[in-house]
């Protein structure tokens, strides 16, 4: 039987690496990072940095054979000042200027567009307060043997316990029909960069069988 654990910085070598993978070829990623030869090791840079500056309460379920790992941010309210923004919003601030620094190294002269157009898709998620998935990955090797939904199931089934909304941003045509065989429903779409297909996703609560 497959295992679902809560997960801490002490592997977030080895979540870096698994979503890495995953997200080679993902049509946002290809764009952020367009050179195929270094974007695997530029992902990993990325998802370091994203695992190094968490929000507080944010909280990572996987399987404990390290294969599939989701990221959740707690909910926040628009108007809660100590909520940490996320490393495409960090402001002015040490986190803010060392995202910009990496950014820049890894990309040089495109960096500012692709931190612009990361910028546009936060501002455009939900007011409303939700647990936001801001990552779900598998590596590719386990992929298609029903990981990513049993992974996912923990938090969802604290949100329909709660009463709470689950928010994501599907940068994939192809995993739109996954999210919504799990509750998920578009909240409409727009475009970032080259032809970037975002389609913003959300979930009600379910009410108890």
């Known amino acids: 039987m497959l295992e679902i654990v ?4 002490e592997r977030r070598e080895q979540i870096a690496a698994i979503w890495a993978d995953a997200f080679e070829q993902d049509p946002l990623m290809k764009w ?37 790992v989701a990221y959740w941010q707690p909910p926040r309210s628009g108007n809660d000042s ?7 919003d960090l402001g002015e601030s ?6 910009v620094a990496m950014m820049t190294e890894l990309l040089g ?7 612009e157009a990361l910028g546009q ?19 590719p090797d386990q992929q298609s043997q029903g990981h990513g939904g049993k992974v996912l199931a923990p938090m969802l089934n604290r949100c329909d316990r709660m009463g709470e909304l689950a928010y994501l941003e599907s940068s994939n045509p192809a995993n739109v029909g996954f999210y919504r065989r799990h509750g998920f429903e ?7 960069g080259e032809g970037v297909l975002i389609t913003p996703m959300a979930r009600e609560p379910r009410p108890p069988e």
């Open 6 to 9: 809560r997960m801490g910085l």
């Open 32 to 68: 952020v990072f367009p050179d195929n030869a270094t974007r695997v090791k530029s992902l990993r840079r990325w998802w370091a940095f994203s695992l190094d500056h968490q929000p507080p309460g944010s909280e990572l379920h996987g399987t404990r054979i390290d294969g599939c």
């Open 82 to 88: 100590s909520a940490e923004p996320d490393a495409a």
């Open 94 to 99: 040490d986190g803010h200027r060392a995202f």
């Open 109 to 115: 002269e495109l960096a500012s567009s692709r931190m």
């Open 121 to 139: 898709m936060h501002q455009a998620r939900l007011s409303e307060p939700h647990w936001y998935l801001a990552v779900l990955g598998t590596s």
């Open 186 to 192: 578009s909240v409409g779409e727009f475009v970032l």
